[in-house]
C-alpha cells in the first residue's frame, strides 16, 4: 500500500517562499513518478511540477517555472517544491500525486496561502 504524506504550507505574504515536502512510502522499486498539483476553491486541480524518478524527466507548469524547483531527497521516496516569489494567485491546496505501475496515489494535500 502506497501512502503519500505532504508537509509544509503554511501563510506567507506576496513575494516570500515556501518548501513543500511530499514523502511516499511502500513503494516497491524505482518506477515512479511524483507530480504537485494544486487546487483553487472554484478551480479544477491543475499539474505543477513532475519529477519521473522512472526516466529522468522535470517539467513544471508555465505559471510556475522560474518560481517554483522541484528536487528529491537523497534516497528516501521523497521531494521537495521550493516556491520562491510566491503570489496572491498562487493560493490554493496543494497535493502530491505518486504515480507507479498504472495506479495514482494521492496526498491529503497542504494549504499554501499567498497574502497581498
Known amino acids: 500500500q502506497v501512502h503519500v504524506v505532504e508537509s509544509g504550507g503554511g501563510l506567507v505574504h506576496s513575494g516570500g517562499s515556501l518548501r513543500l515536502s511530499c514523502a511516499a512510502s511502500g513503494l516497491v522499486d524505482n518506477q515512479y513518478d511524483m507530480s504537485w498539483y494544486r487546487q483553487a476553491p472554484g478551480n479544477e486541480r491543475e499539474l505543477v511540477a513532475t519529477?519521473?524518478?522512472?526516466?529522468?524527466?522535470?517539467g513544471y507548469s508555465n505559471s510556475v517555472k522560474g518560481r517554483f524547483t522541484l528536487s528529491r531527497g537523497n534516497g528516501n521516496n521523497t521531494v521537495y517544491l521550493q516556491m520562491n516569489a510566491l503570489k496572491p494567485e498562487d493560493t490554493a491546496v496543494y497535493y502530491c500525486k505518486v504515480s507507479t505501475w498504472g495506479r495514482d496515489h494521492w496526498g491529503q494535500g497542504t494549504q499554501v496561502t499567498v497574502s497581498t
Open positions: 519529477i519521473s524518478i522512472r526516466t529522468g524527466y522535470l
